[in-house]
């Protein structure tokens, strides 16, 4: 039962370079999400999906898009990279959009350093 | 969401039962409390929640004061596979569309280490 799957684990881009970043969730979740972590903080949501075919902007959105390409899939594309964006990006999944006792279940990260 | 506040640091003895508290002082009638936990280079891991009944599952125990002011995480025997930042997470319900929805607001944590 993998849960959620990022891709890649790990990245190194020079600054101006684009990429995406995969998650994809085996649990027919409703909502996914993107965050990232920086060191020594907690983390800090960039965008969301409450449900298949919507997307909306977290707290830090600025230099990111995304795209929910199906229920089990959400990714995040970086198009011109900084290396203010290096950081440890964590996609998540829960179930039931809206409802607040629901659980959200996280991937091991995307390890990203921009030069 | 309201605010929580938890030691930096704990640590325990293998085998023995780990209590980890979190004030959450200003929290209100319809905000849960979360617990979770980040072991190094992982993602974060749920481990509990609850909105005023003690709660207990396969991996802890949350026990809520009477007036929801305060928690404590109970890990029964911890293993040193317990060693990890864990945190206390208060969050009420937001409709889809706010910017706060979704969003855990994860603080520094307690990071518990657990000695053999």
């Known amino acids: 039962n993998a849960g959620v799957t990022q891709t890649p684990k790990f990245q190194v881009l020079k600054t101006g370079q684009s990429m995406t970043l995969q998650c994809a969730q085996d649990m027919n979740h409703n909502s996914m999400y993107w965050y990232r972590q920086d060191p020594g903080m907690g983390l800090r949501l960039i965008y969301y999906s409450a449900s298949e075919g919507t997307t909306d902007k977290g707290e830090v959105p600025n230099g990111y898009n995304v795209s929910r390409l199906n229920k089990r899939e959400f990714s995040l594309r970086l198009e011109s990279a900084a290396p203010s964006q290096t950081s440890v990006y964590f996609c998540?999944?829960?179930?039931?959009?809206?409802?607040?006792?629901?659980?959200?279940?996280f991937g091991d990260g995307t390890r990203l350093s921009i030069l | 969401d309201a605010k929580t506040t938890q030691p930096p640091s704990m640590d325990c003895a293998e085998g023995r039962a780990a209590n980890l508290p979190c004030n959450h002082s200003t929290i209100s009638g319809n905000e849960y409390v979360y617990w979770y936990r980040q072991i190094h280079s992982q993602g974060p891991q749920y481990i509990i929640h609850?909105?005023?009944n003690n709660e207990t599952n396969e991996m802890a125990s949350l026990i809520i004061t009477e007036d929801r002011k305060s928690s404590t995480l109970i890990l029964p025997h911890a293993t040193l596979r317990d060693t990890a930042v864990y945190y206390c997470i208060v969050r009420a319900f937001t409709n889809a569309g706010g910017t706060s929805y979704g969003k855990l607001t994860f603080g520094q944590g307690t990071i518990l280490t657990v000695h053999p």
């Open positions: 998540a999944s829960s179930d039931m959009p809206g409802q607040i006792n629901q659980p959200q279940h």
């Open positions: 609850g909105l005023k």
